[in-house]
């Protein structure tokens, strides 16, 4: 049984930065693609960013320059590291571990889903 938890979300202020936390078990890690995703309030589930197993990545286009993905296998660990948060990027962020590998990032692609955590950016 795979399980994905996140971690590390919380109350920031705008322009500040946070480091979420996607933990994966199972040896799934080392073969299959990884992202982060993101809900807000009354919106649809949205890609954020996504990494492969050889740690190529691909980001949405109103977070490059500003949020990093990146792998530590090792840890079987995924991260996303936000810096110079707004508003904007209040949500729920999702981490899912794609259950097959060389599979796309779409919000249909069969995976494995965390709990997801919450990210608030508020002065």
């Known amino acids: 049984q795979v399980q994905v938890v996140e971690s590390g979300g919380g109350l920031v202020q705008p322009g500040g930065s946070l480091r979420l936390s996607c933990a994966v078990s199972?040896?799934?890690?080392?073969?299959?693609?990884m992202g982060w995703y993101r809900q807000a309030p009354g919106k649809q589930r949205e890609l954020v960013a996504a990494?492969?197993?050889?740690?190529?990545?691909r980001y949405a286009d109103f977070v490059k320059g500003r949020f990093t993905i990146s792998r530590d296998p090792a840890k079987n660990t995924v991260y996303l590291q936000m810096n110079s948060l707004s508003p904007e990027d209040t949500a729920v962020y999702y981490c899912?571990?794609?259950?097959?590998?060389?599979?796309?990032?779409?919000?249909?692609?069969?995976?494995?889903w965390g709990q997801g955590t919450q990210v608030t950016v508020s002065s």
């Open positions: 990494i492969t197993s050889s740690g190529s990545t």
């Open positions: 899912k571990a794609n259950k097959n590998p060389g599979t796309g990032y779409y919000t249909y692609t069969p995976g494995y």
């Open positions: 199972g040896s799934i890690f080392s073969s299959n693609g």
